[in-house]
């Protein structure tokens, strides 16, 4: 059974930076994309930040780009993404999220099996 579980969210100051982590298991992490969804109350879910299978390749939307920046550590089965110059419309839960291959592609796909969410508030 595939487990994601992401953490490190929280209160921050707009400008701020938060660093998430998510620690997967249940399928050979190496072999897959991973990505970071999030959704804010009361909006649709948006696709973040992808990275391929062995970190080759990362994308990123537009509203992220520069100011977030998406890793992963394959032996240790994790995650990351470090975000700066936080902002009140990053507000969201952020969802740890298994792609169905190795490619890293600049959506959400059908097959994306999306973790527990954490939750990044952005309020002064």
């Known amino acids: 059974e595939v487990q994601l579980q992401a953490y490190g969210g929280g209160l921050v100051q707009p400008g701020g930076s938060l660093r998430l982590s998510c620690v997967a298991s249940?399928?050979?992490?190496?072999?897959?994309?991973m990505k970071w969804l999030r959704q804010a109350p009361g909006k649709e879910l948006e696709w973040v930040s992808t990275?391929?299978?062995?970190?080759?390749?990362?994308n990123y939307a537009d509203s992220v780009k520069g100011r977030f920046t998406i890793s992963r550590d394959n032996p240790k089965n994790a995650l990351y993404l470090q975000m700066d110059s936080l902002n009140p419309e990053d507000a969201a839960t952020y969802y740890c999220?298994?792609?169905?291959?190795?490619?890293?592609?600049?959506?959400?796909?059908?097959?994306?099996?999306r973790g527990q969410g954490t939750q990044v508030t952005v309020s002064s």
């Open positions: 990275i391929s299978s062995g970190s080759a390749f990362t």
């Open positions: 999220t298994k792609a169905p291959g190795p490619v890293a592609t600049a959506r959400m796909e059908d097959n994306d099996i």
């Open positions: 249940g399928f050979t992490f190496s072999k897959f994309a």
